[in-house]
């Protein structure tokens, strides 16, 4: 359950559906998952939000699935499952090989494990890592 | 301050220092940072921490800055300041762009806010996000 | 599930139906959540735990309401689905409106944005911030 | 040390000085904290954050120093050392009291005991608070 | 749901069907739970987690319920469900006591709040811990 | 640096000195770290923390090292660097080996790499598991 009701497409205020509506254009999909459902109480946020997500995510210096890829990572390590799945079915939607994920969840295996290690210890940082 | 003293090499057991020398020779490097110095106390743990690592960050299906990217996502999101240092490097030595670097931040940004939107409106996962 | 039997009314020990008790008559109705039906397990943790929250979340220096969204803001960084929901039914309980409720999760929302922001760069605390 | 050296202002691109003038301008202060300084190697995320940041912070339904203690509290469980500081200094600049921050703290602390409790015992969702 | 399917014994490969053999043999038990038929599309990673996992948990310096106990104190603070559900099962297999259970609950969230205050209040470290 | 000064002895209240004395008393020596320092600015908040703590850390069903151990899990999964050192320190002082203290890492270690799998598969639940 939700804090507050997943609004339907009827259910949307004029603002909210205009955003809604670049949501499917820009994606090409009439598919509205829930995140955008439960924003849209708030066309404000909704629109920050997408449109934050929509430059950011987009073409640019890095590619559209190594994005995806880091930002899977960001989201196992804060406990999103919502995220999580999302973001996992957005990879593979961006071409990510069943091989490339078991490689990605062995890094993110690798990277929790020498952060545990690491702070269990308490390592100070090199200078040599100084940018 | 570590929990314990860095080891430096004349401190090393032989079985640590066959382990170190294995990080230098593959590395074609001498520089040995500290997170192996703090390790190099429990010879076993820095074989199985390094044998791991050298095996999963090396050549595979995604290519080895990708592994980095995600690797300096779970440290920020683990807030593990030594391992954020440490791959932020490691993803310059290869070949990580100042452009891309700023890109990644904007990942990593916008990850994490979305993860606070999602767990604050407990959003229900979307049966079209199942495997 | 829980990770022991959530304790029904007539489960409860002479010890924890005394809390159980003093939790009905402070909050003036009959419901108990579950987390105290967890925690009645042990009636020196639940009286422990029932004794500190009662004198932390009243009357003081600082609203009841605003208290209630300080506490979300915690559940929802450490990924407490159940406190992110009680917290909000209490927050609503108290007064929050949907208005507000929109822009605390906005504010949720910033602060992990900036906090994943802050952390990947690994930026020193300026000296002007010192108390 | 950062990631990447804080630019001081004759550093600046045409870019980042023009929102770094906004900052000051909009606060009626010199002062800019390093958290901008390290931003502004990448205008367009400087832009995209302090914009945001001023219109999430400003005036609204919620009042500035709720917000700040908001920000604080999900600063303090992410773990973000920068971010507690520059925040519990704009509390306090905002008018928190030693009493309010007291309170705060108990508050804080609290939150995260009973979170890790719940979490422990993986207490399920009463159906009374669903939304 | 998982992000893939989990893989009852018939769908599992050669590779993966000798590590399951070896979980079922090392424990004396027919059960395999859900992180390995998740693990065992990817043989490589099942193997390398299910080598540690028995080497890191087997007999040693620490006793077997103590290693539980500190696997679900680090579960708990991760927030991961499965994990401390499946743990929890674990030390309670191994002999914990629900006295001993109770008192590990209390440790917990006495962690948790002074982790919170600590943190809130970013309290330097005395050098008499210094190792 | 604090978010607020650390108060030496002579700066204390008389309900706050009371507090410190009875530290002092109960652990037999005049050492006080610095968390009571800070804390001690709001003596009711020092002393439910110090009352709770001697009574959670106390002797109980679970060994005292143990309970240390434990509490050092805890605090390097939330990142709090002043608690790990403090806690290892305790571990230390109450007995824990160099032997012990490898141990202790390399479990550590290895639930936050396998919390991270998990919670990247979102591996379910197994039935088995329910108390």
Redesign the interface.
């Known amino acids: ?6 609004l339907s497409d009827d259910a949307l205020s004029d603002e909210a559906r205009a955003i809604i509506d670049d949501i499917r254009a820009t994606r090409g999909s009439d ?1 509205i ?3 955008w459902r ?2 849209a ?2 066309p ?2 909704l629109q ?2 997408w449109d ?2 929509k ?3 987009g073409p ?3 590619d559209p699935l ?2 995806e ?21 957005a990879a593979r939607a961006k071409g990510m ?30 200078p ?4």
């Open positions: 359950m939700t804090t507050q009701p997943l598919f998952n829930n995140f439960a924003l109480h708030d404000a946020l920050a939000t934050r997500l430059q950011v995510m640019g210096e890095i190594t994005k890829m880091v930002y899977i990572a960001v989201s196992v390590t804060n406990a999103c499952s919502y995220c999580t799945h999302s973001h996992t079915a090989t069943e091989a490339q994920y078991a490689e990605l969840l062995a890094v993110i295996g690798m990277a929790h494990q020498t952060n545990g290690l690491v702070t269990a210890m308490q390592v100070p940082v090199d040599e890592f100084q940018a």
